[in-house]
């Protein structure tokens, strides 16, 4: 499937999945599909909401597999060693649930959302800031978009 034009067959629900898709641990772009979508004359506004969903739920599915899945067992999938995964400690440790707004950055922030969950961030807060960084990244590409879909 064509990362643009063959997802945006799907409509709404092809964004919305692609949003998924592109939080997740799998490597995937939802920015392609999204500026695809609205070159078709789609509600800006109803993309930048699903595909903030999307890419939010995505996320949490990360911070899930922290949370849930035995720390030996979830270092272990993701190569971890004993430093880096003390570094991710670090991280969550001393900056808190406020690295849940990075969580859009493309290879960190997959990580980023696993030690959330991993080292028992409170779920609320990170959720919340989560939802923020995603939104704000894809507020700030619809707005450099608008010009050259509408111009």
């Not at 945006?8 to 898709?21: C, D, K, N, P, R």
């Not at 899945?69 to 060693?81: G, I, K, M, S, Y």
């Not at 995603?134 to 450099?144: N, Q």
């Amino acid at each position: 499937m064509d990362l643009g034009t063959g997802w945006t067959e799907l409509g709404m629900l092809g964004l919305f999945l692609a949003s998924f898709l592109a939080a997740t641990i799998l490597p995937f772009s939802s920015e392609a599909v999204l500026l695809a979508m609205v070159s078709t004359g789609a509600d800006p506004l109803l993309l930048f909401m699903l595909a903030t969903l999307g890419n939010t739920l995505g996320g949490l599915t990360n911070y899930a597999i922290g949370r849930w899945l035995p720390a030996e067992r979830v270092l272990r999938w993701f190569r971890v060693d004993i430093d880096q995964g003390k570094r991710w400690e670090g991280l969550v440790r001393t900056r808190g649930v406020w690295v849940a707004l990075l969580c859009w950055v493309p290879v960190i922030g997959d990580p980023i959302a696993i030690a959330l969950g991993l080292f028992r961030a409170p779920f609320m807060p990170s959720a919340a800031l989560m939802l923020l960084g995603k939104a704000a990244r894809y507020a700030v590409l619809l707005w450099v978009a608008e010009p050259f879909v509408t111009g």
